[in-house]
């Protein structure tokens, strides 16, 4: 069954230190995979996604993210955290294929605390 | 140019009450999805409608609920009969379907609490 885990449910990080939000995914054949950002009380922004081509893709806001197939993995960091960055982060993957098509399976999310 | 709209932002309501949620999608987008959101959990699939064909339904979406895309532009989301167990963000996204897997775009929500 394809399916997105998201390790930590919860990380704490110093302004300025770096950060990793970890992501796993479980599909058949190369997925399209993405990270999404969600502020308290509102919707959920794209920060950056993964189609095909390049293993390393870049987002907004200057987070990035590297797919790894060997290890299922597509992690999200960023080389130095700023206190804007305190949210709830999610992976996401799309379903692909018959009726389903398009619809994302999420994981449970990961909160972000930054201490000054 | 303008996002996902989605109004009511916020909804009281009674138990046993009806509620009528509207999104708005992005106005080119033909793929239209509703996903609800509970408390320290993603988001999870409801429903979905590609122009107006409302394609699938999930098993989360009980008979209480039901959908509409008239004309293929602005969908409601209609829960008759509240329980408890409604009360949860409800969010739309929408996106264009060209290419495989593309990327949604969601609206702010709309958070229902049911009283």
């Known amino acids: 069954a394809q399916s997105v885990t998201q390790p930590d449910i919860h990380i704490t990080v110093s302004e300025g230190a770096s950060l990793e939000l970890r992501c796993n995914y479980s599909?058949?054949?190369?997925?399209?995979l993405f990270w999404y950002v969600q502020s308290p009380g509102q919707g959920l922004q794209l920060l950056l996604k993964?189609?095909?081509?390049?293993?390393l893709v870049q987002g907004i806001k200057g987070f990035e993210a590297e797919f790894k197939r060997s290890q299922s993995s597509f992690n999200l960091r960023k080389p130095s955290v700023h206190w804007s960055d305190a949210a709830e982060y999610f992976c996401?993957?799309?379903?692909?294929?018959?009726?389903?098509?398009?619809?994302?399976?999420f994981g449970q999310g990961t909160i972000l605390t930054v201490h000054p | 140019d303008t996002g996902v709209s989605q109004d009511p932002r916020h909804k009281i309501t009674k138990r046993g009450q009806n509620v009528t949620f509207r999104c708005d999608p992005i106005?080119?987008?033909?793929?239209l999805y509703w996903y609800r959101q509970t408390l320290g959990q993603g988001p999870e699939f409801l429903t979905y409608?590609?122009?107006?064909?409302?394609?699938?339904k999930s098993r989360l979406l009980s008979d209480r609920f039901s959908a509409e895309r008239p004309k293929g532009s602005f969908s409601t989301l209609e829960i008759q009969r509240t329980e408890q167990g409604d009360s949860a963000m409800y969010l739309c996204?929408?996106?264009?379907?060209?290419?495989?897997?593309?990327?949604?775009?969601f609206g702010p929500g709309t958070r229902l609490t049911v009283l």
């Open positions: 996204a929408s996106s264009l379907a060209r290419v495989s897997g593309p990327e949604q775009f």
């Open positions: 599909y058949g054949a190369t997925p399209y």
């Open positions: 993964y189609f095909s081509g390049d293993t």
């Open positions: 996401a993957l799309p379903l692909s294929g018959g009726t389903s098509y398009g619809k994302l399976t």
């Open positions: 106005s080119e987008h033909n793929r």
């Open positions: 409608f590609q122009n107006e064909a409302q394609l699938e």
